[in-house]
């Protein structure tokens, strides 16, 4: 079993930053690729970025490509989302995912065991 633990959440103005982390427990944090999706209100959850477990491999949805980039700390079991040039469509819960397989890096929430429980990102325009 992994738990996760989103933090950093919070509102700010367009065109700021912020950088959310997730906080992994178990031993086999650095053998799981993870994940970050986002689900703003109405709409259905969708793909924001992806790291492998070794950390050599991300993936990005189009629309946060050149803003948002991922990260993570095996040593300290977290994963990051630094977030940057931040837009009012950025508003969103957003989750942090594990994959409890080894596998491809996946962009697809079904290929994600475990979640976190959210936290909220709002941007003011």
């Known amino acids: 079993q992994v738990q996760l633990v989103e933090s950093g959440g919070g509102l700010v103005q367009a065109g700021d930053s912020l950088r959310l982390s997730c906080a992994a427990s178990g031993r086999t944090f650095s053998r799981y690729n993870m994940a970050w999706f986002r689900q703003a209100p109405g709409k259905e959850r969708e793909f924001v970025a992806a790291?492998?477990?070794?950390?050599?491999?991300?993936h990005y949805a189009d629309s946060v490509k050149g803003r948002l980039t991922i990260s993570r700390d095996n040593a300290k079991n977290t994963v990051y989302l630094q977030m940057n040039s931040l837009k009012p469509e950025d508003t969103a819960v957003y989750y942090c995912?594990?994959?409890?397989?080894?596998?491809?890096?996946?962009?697809?929430?079904?290929?994600?065991?475990?979640w976190g429980q959210g936290t909220q990102v709002t941007v003011s325009s």
């Open positions: 790291i492998s477990w070794s950390g050599g491999s991300t």
């Open positions: 995912a594990a994959d409890g397989l080894p596998r491809v890096l996946s962009n697809y929430a079904a290929s994600y065991a475990y």
